[in-house]
């Protein structure tokens, strides 16, 4: 598909406007192509009118975050007022500002969509332009781009304070409690390549359900604070390289990591060994200016450990950091290792405080630099080289940008994914790629002449990963530009997950399962209104803590309940008003469904709601919310103009008969206009008796049993009073 068809089909309807002029531009440079040969008087026109779309855009993204921040700012302020005012901290206003950070989540996530878009635009554009008049603009037109940086619009920022206070959200204004309990030490893990047009898409998704995980939480975050550079070691030879896309037993890894920009004085000396298929990881931490000392030995682990003493470190600990420091020095002695690749990327973490048993990782602007240049001996990273991503001052062909971010997710062995994990991951948002390592992938492109082997993902770069989107999965909006989880409202989501919590956990309780589709058979034939009561008992408190919109009115467990039917107040007698009697029994025995709040059939399991089967008496389903949609009301009306339509037809012919033909014909006519007008009347019925039912979600029958067939009787009894008449 050509950049301008793309361009229209992704484009934004509210901020049309706004978007490059792609087409114009395309269209001017093909006509002064046409027109004449292309002089300096066009090439300066041309770009006056790119750097004018380049301002239009700019300025369009700086104040679509302005506002984004200062609707966060007023998140924010509003959440501290409900947390230090009890009075306010209801669930509709935390629902009601649940709501509003969802709409600025979907904000951020249209306008880094309308960012790259843009981007992209702006390069079509310079290639094209290249390509017919055989300058060199693109090159040249890279100051503007650097001073109105649409590559470098991210979004990070606004992503986590919205998680934080989303977080808050969910939490009602409390601090999540602390679960010292959980200790994860292995974890599955599988890796995933994501488009950059998806990656704020997939980290609002993964917001929606786990909070952004914050290092530092007394420090506010900046955009410094999601970087992570890595220095990996290997020999001339490559043996750790070979090792490790083998998976040898036993092969090593050694690297230096440190967070944020290159100050940092905190570095992270790790060493990885595989044993029995599965990789070990060590670290200790030693002091920027250290490093290079302890690569080259004349920092000792014996000295490291001695610096730990003396700042009065648990002698286990000492211990164990000694020892792995030996190791850490061993393997650079005896492989002869040198710094021989950089890794960077900005990192975006994703799981619930002190709970790692789900974890998941985004890293995006990912880059390799070449390591055995440009530094002296006594350096054990370049200088040269910072996070000023995408390394602008760094030579073409000692740096690899790596097109795609890279996921990563961790669930702890022999727990099942989320069913929002696995749905994300089965998803046309991301493409799974097994095994795949940065620097074997960094080491095969930047030594690719000094390697025999190659890792097998590098065919997969060919491939453009993007997939058409199968199904409603993911962030959209609606034909009103609402925001749609899933194809849904985030309180239909929200809903259907409450619903579902209900489910699984009754059917725990009766030794059941349900599947992630709601599916399941439960050993018993009734539901418990409250997932989170003990022992089948509801907790009053509990449903009065449930969200607003999720309360539904309570049937308390007494007499039948009663047939109400319209209420007006001139059908009601003034004696049985002053009374209180407004109601008369329900008829069960025309095949409704009868709630049954009888108590014996229960046992422990008291007020809990179930109904009679009404295909079997003895037996009971449990109830489930009937949501009615409009469509439901217009099917009902269609049925009753279908039925009109007919009878219509039928006195059309009853009429003819009537007025132009002899007397058996007169007769015929005035059979056929009973039987139209007595249709007409029996419909109008159907239809009212339908329409009370919908409007009172009464469980039901709805369909008609016994109208088509006396409709068909009638007819035929016509046709034969006819036939006796004419030939008799």
Not at 525 to 548: C, I, M, Q
Request: charged share 25%; with cysteine.
């Amino acid at each position: 598909m050509k950049f301008g068809e793309h361009l229209k089909n992704e484009i934004f309807p509210p901020w049309k406007l706004s978007y490059i002029s792609y087409d114009a531009l395309k269209t001017d440079l093909k006509q002064r192509q046409t027109d004449h040969k292309w002089n300096d008087a066009d090439e300066q026109q041309f770009i006056t009118k790119l750097e004018n779309e380049l301002e239009k855009v700019f300025d369009f993204v700086n104040a679509k975050l302005g506002e984004v921040e200062a609707r966060i700012s007023y998140c924010e302020r509003t959440i501290q007022t409900f947390v230090n005012n009890p009075s306010w901290s209801s669930d509709e206003n935390w629902a009601l500002m649940n709501d509003a950070l969802t709409e600025v989540l979907f904000d951020v996530n249209d306008l880094a969509k309308f960012t790259r878009l843009n981007y992209i635009g702006f390069q079509k554009i310079l290639k094209k332009h290249d390509k017919w008049t055989g300058l060199q603009l693109q090159k040249d037109f890279i100051p503007q781009l650097r001073e109105k940086p649409l590559d470098k619009q991210r979004f990070d920022v606004a992503i986590v304070f919205i998680s934080s206070l989303h977080d808050l959200c969910r939490q009602k204004g409390q601090p999540r409690t602390t679960n010292t309990d959980i200790v994860v030490r292995e974890r599955a893990t599988s890796k995933y390549w994501i488009h950059p047009d998806n990656v704020t898409e997939v980290k609002s998704i993964i917001m929606l359900h786990l909070p952004i995980f914050v290092f530092n939480q007394g420090k506010r975050f900046e955009p410094s604070d999601s970087a992570v550079s890595s220095v990996y070691l290997d020999n001339q030879n490559f043996d750790l390289y070979t090792g490790n896309l083998q998976r040898d037993d036993s092969s090593q890894g050694v690297r230096f990591r440190w967070f944020g920009s290159t100050s940092s004085q905190d570095i992270n000396a790790e060493h990885s060994c595989q044993v029995d298929g599965n990789s070990v990881k060590n670290r200790i931490q030693l002091h920027n200016g250290d490093v290079a000392k302890f690569i080259n030995g004349t920092l000792s682990s014996e000295q490291f450990a001695s610096r730990l003493r003396a700042k009065g470190t648990d002698p286990s600990i000492i211990n164990e950091c000694q020892a792995i420091a030996t190791r850490i020095q061993k393997t650079i002695s005896d492989y002869q290792l040198k710094p021989t690749i950089r890794v960077f990327y900005n990192r975006t973490d994703f799981q619930v405080q002190n709970d790692p048993r789900v974890r998941i990782s985004i890293d995006n602007d990912l880059s390799f630099i070449r390591e055995d240049i440009h530094r002296s001996q006594n350096e054990w990273r370049r200088p040269d080289v910072g996070i000023d991503f995408p390394f602008p001052n760094v030579d073409e062909n000692e740096i690899l940008r790596f097109p795609y971010a890279v996921m990563e997710t961790k669930v702890q062995p022999g727990q099942a994914n989320p069913v929002w994990l696995r749905k994300l991951v089965d998803s046309h948002l991301v493409h799974e790629v097994p095994r795949f390592s940065k620097y074997l992938h960094g080491a095969s492109y930047l030594f690719r002449d000094r390697l025999p082997l190659l890792p097998w993902w590098l065919s997969e770069m060919e491939v453009d990963i993007r997939k058409p989107r199968a199904s409603n999965f993911g962030l959209s909006r609606s034909q009103s530009f609402k925001p749609l989880v899933d194809g849904k409202y985030r309180r239909a989501m929200e809903a259907e997950n409450i619903r579902m919590e209900m489910v699984n956990d009754a059917t725990k309780k009766n030794g059941s399962t349900v599947d992630s589709e709601g599916t399941g058979q439960s050993g018993n034939n009734f539901l418990s209104l409250d997932p989170y009561s003990k022992d089948g008992v509801t907790a009053d408190s509990n449903w009065e803590n449930r969200p607003h919109r999720m309360r539904s009115t309570l049937v308390k467990q007494g007499d039948d309940p009663l047939n109400y039917g319209p209420l007006s107040e001139k059908r009601i007698k003034k004696k049985r008003l002053e009374a209180g009697d407004l109601g008369e029994p329900v008829a069960f025995e025309n095949g409704d469904i009868r709630l049954d709040m009888s108590s014996e059939k229960r046992g422990a399991f008291q007020q809990e709601m179930f109904v009679k089967d009404p295909n079997n008496p003895n037996a009971t389903i449990p109830i489930k919310k009937v949501k009615v949609e409009p469509k439901v009301f217009f099917s009902n009306e269609r049925t009753f103009i279908s039925w009109l339509q007919f009878c219509a037809l039928l006195l059309t012919v009853a009429l003819n008969l009537l007025n132009f033909g002899d007397d058996v014909s007169r007769i015929a006519g005035a059979i056929f206009i009973g039987i139209s007008a007595g249709i007409a009347i029996y419909a109008l019925y159907q239809f009212e008796r339908r329409a009370w039912m919908i409007n009172r979600r009464i469980v039901g029958r709805y369909d008609d049993l016994w109208g088509p067939a006396v409709l068909c009787t009638l007819l035929v009894g016509a046709l034969i009073v006819n036939f006796y008449l004419r030939f008799r």
